[in-house]
């Protein structure tokens, strides 16, 4: 037996001599499509609803899709994409000025406005 046929992704199967029965009807009908995830809808802004997040199909073409929360469970569509853009600008501008240390002009004789050190606890 060689390694190959274990470890190359695109083989049908984990055996290269038996093929279960549900990923041969499967082979059957999605012909080319066979292994590959279904496209996302074309225009999600007309209210069609994005179900394939979750969907992965493993080496022997056994598909399954994973629940993914939509958007519907929010106020308003776009809030959690806007609240998330938001957190990652937030957190690349903290990253950016975690690691500055030139701290020149920032102590006074009242206040120290320096940061703690370099890195992030």
Do not use: W
Not at 1 to 19: F, K, S
Not at 64 to 90: F, I, Q, S, T
Request: hydrophobic residues 20%.
């Amino acid at each position: 037996m060689t390694t190959d046929q274990n470890t190359n992704q695109q083989a049908a199967n984990y055996d290269r001599h038996i093929t279960p029965p549900e990923v041969s009807d499967r082979m059957e009908q999605e012909g080319d499509n066979f292994k590959k995830t279904p496209e996302p809808p074309k225009n999600p802004a007309e209210g069609h609803l994005d179900t394939t997040k979750g969907y992965t199909v493993d080496r022997e073409g056994m598909a399954n899709n994973y629940a993914v929360e939509p958007e519907m469970y929010y106020e308003e569509r776009g809030d959690l994409r806007e609240k998330e853009e938001a957190l990652k600008a937030e957190r690349a501008e903290e990253l950016k000025t975690v690691n500055q240390t030139n701290e020149a002009g920032k102590l006074e004789a009242d206040h120290d406005d320096r940061g703690k050190g370099p890195g992030i606890i």
